[in-house]
Every structure is written in C-alpha cells, then in structure tokens.
C-alpha cells in the first residue's frame, strides 16, 4: 500500500500573490484531493511554513557544478568562449574531470535541490542508470535536444528525432556579434524556429530577430549571470516583460553566478514577475504537464517550504531558501527544526552563504571523492562546501 503523507500546518500559495491555510495530502508521489481525509502514514506539522511548488530550472549542465568560472571575458559569443577555456590536459579542468561523473551530476542536483529547485532541464545526455527516483531532483527527459549550431552536427535530424509533442532545445544567439544575431535566421530557414523550439540564451537576437521568435511561437530560457560573465550582456527587462514565453535557468557553475536563488535575486525584476518563470511559465515552456510548478489535485508531489513571514509566495522564494523539499513526494531535504531525529539515509551539508540542511545523499562520500580530486576546498557552483 502506498505511503499516506500530509502535511498539515502550512500556508498554501496558489500563485505569485496568493496563498491560504490548508492541509496536502500526498499518496503515490501525487498530491490527493484536497477534501480527501486518508489516514496517514506520516504527517509533517508545517505551521508557520509556506507551501510551495517545486522551483524548475529550465537550463543547466549538472556535471559542471563543481568547477569554477572559467575564462576573463567577455567574449562576443559562446565559441570564443569555449575556444579560450577549454584546455582539459591544465588545471583546474583536468583535476575537475577525475572527479566521477556520476559524482559531478549528483553534486549538481544537490545545488538545485539546496535552493528550491525540484525539476531539473539538463542539456546534456540524459543518463537513466543516475537519474533514478534516488537523484536529488527529477530530472526531465521529454525533450529534444542539440547543443548549438556551432557544435552539433545534423541539428536538423536532431529535431527531427524529437517526437512533435516535446520541446526542441537548444543554444542559439549566445553572443553579442553578427554571428550570433545570424543563427536565429539559420534556423529559421532550416524550418527549426517553430513553437515547439526553446532557445537558450538569445542574448544575440535585436528586434528583428525577437519579432521573429514570437511570430514562430518560439520560447526563451534565461541564464542571466551566466550570460553576464560570457558576454558582458543579457536580455533586457522588456524583453523579459514583453510577452514571450520566457523560463529562467542557472546554466552549470562553468559561467553563472550561482544558483537559483542567485538568478533570480539578480534578474532585476519584481518578485511577482519572476515567480512564473521557475514555475507555471517554465512548466510551459518545457511542455511539462503532470502539474509541475503548481499546486493542485492530482498533480506531482513536488514541492518546498519556506518559513511564512507574511510576505507573498513571490517575495518568499527570493528572500528564503527551502525547510523542506520534496520530489515526488518523498522528502528529500530537510532543516534542522524539521528534523526531530536524523532521519535514515539523510546527511547534513552546509554550503557558504546558505543555511545547513539534511539531504537524502551520501555527501561526505561524494565530498570525500570530490576532495581527492580537487583538493581540500571543495566548492559547489562556486560555494564552499562544508560537513
């Protein structure tokens, strides 16, 4: 019999502005409905807490969290970039690259699910032996892909290859140069600029270019910091403000600035605008339906806490990092005052700047790997890692 868990106490948002008292009842890894009474299995007494769907972030390359920024840039676009930097036979890359894999892409779950995120879009190959219901986050797997015009070969038959009801990702217009602004053109005669289509970054594309995707249908992710560093620019508020379908992303600790929490307190825009793109907008945006980035009946168990002070669901998820975290219903991180004993299969972590929490992972083992690797400091999407 599957596990009854409700969660009783809490504030529940419903949007960027609204929110009311009421307990969730969770069975399956869905959330039941909300007059169904079952008798729990466990129930977690979140008074005082603000119940709130799972943050998504749209754009990240998970085995690339624990390196550092590379490169002093800016660059005029994402190839300058990767030619200056990459030099895998020197440090810090060929220390990075003896950690295991599989040990870089659960460090950068971990880094999403210490700020909130609960649904991850990793742009690179997914890998189904990691991504299993014990990864930190859910990791999503219904899309297509290819990394960019400059470097992927036969993007079109990657398209192609993509079943019609996903969405098609990939890099384009990351520059601020003519070849950059160029590659929104391309795909547009390739037949690759459509509504299924989301472009990462598009930092290159004037108005000509941005009047193009929205005639398509096309949409957006923004990695602000990452885009800052890069390119020494980003897309402008009306931009953001105009109407395009638009999700935020951290993109890897390569070139950001941070996590989610970072991006959006450095996006430059109000709380309000912001808490739709890591939820219902970037849940759009990525085709996801089983309720990602609401809350409501039926829908996926993911889902964070956050002490209530009175402040909007917008404002809070700005202003605080999750109490409680969890993915399919299955709690997955949790802060000490949630904590009345060490819960089985959980370990602390404590990373600079942000509070210590429980999570479900071997962290002194993944941080002891790390360590062998890359020496004694250890740093998460530039944030030093502490036990």
Known sequence: MAQIVRLVGARVAWDAIRSERLDVTIGGGRILPFDAKPEPSTEIDLSGYLLLPGLINAHDHL????????????????????????????????????????????????????????????????????????????????????????????????????????????????????????????????GLLEKRTVLVHAVGAGAAELEMIRESGASIIWCPSSNRFTLGWTLAPDVVRSGLPIALGTDSALTAGGDIIDEMRGAGLAAEEIYPLVTTQAASVLRLRAGEGTIREHGVADLIAVRHTGQTPAQSILNAQPALAMVRGRAMLLSDSLVPRIPKGFQRVHVEGRESRWIRADVARLRANAARAIGPEVRLAGRRICI
């Open 63 to 190: 085995e690339f969290n624990l390196f550092p920024r590379l490169g002093n840039g800016p660059w005029p676009n994402a190839s300058a970039w990767a030619a200056d930097i990459y030099r895998p036979e020197r440090p810090p890359i060929r220390e990075h690259l003896l950690v295991p894999k599989v040990d870089r892409l659960i460090w950068g779950g971990i880094k999403n699910l210490l700020s909130g995120v609960t649904t991850v879009a990793q742009h690179n190959p997914y890998d189904a032996d990691v991504f299993t219901a014990r990864f930190p986050v859910r990791v999503i797997r219904k899309f297509g892909w290819a990394h960019s015009l400059a470097f992927t070969t036969g993007v079109k038959s990657c398209a192609e290859r993509t079943p019609r009801e996903w969405p098609f990702v990939i890099h384009a217009a990351e520059g601020t140069d003519d070849a950059a602004r160029n590659e929104i053109h391309r795909l547009k005669e390739a």
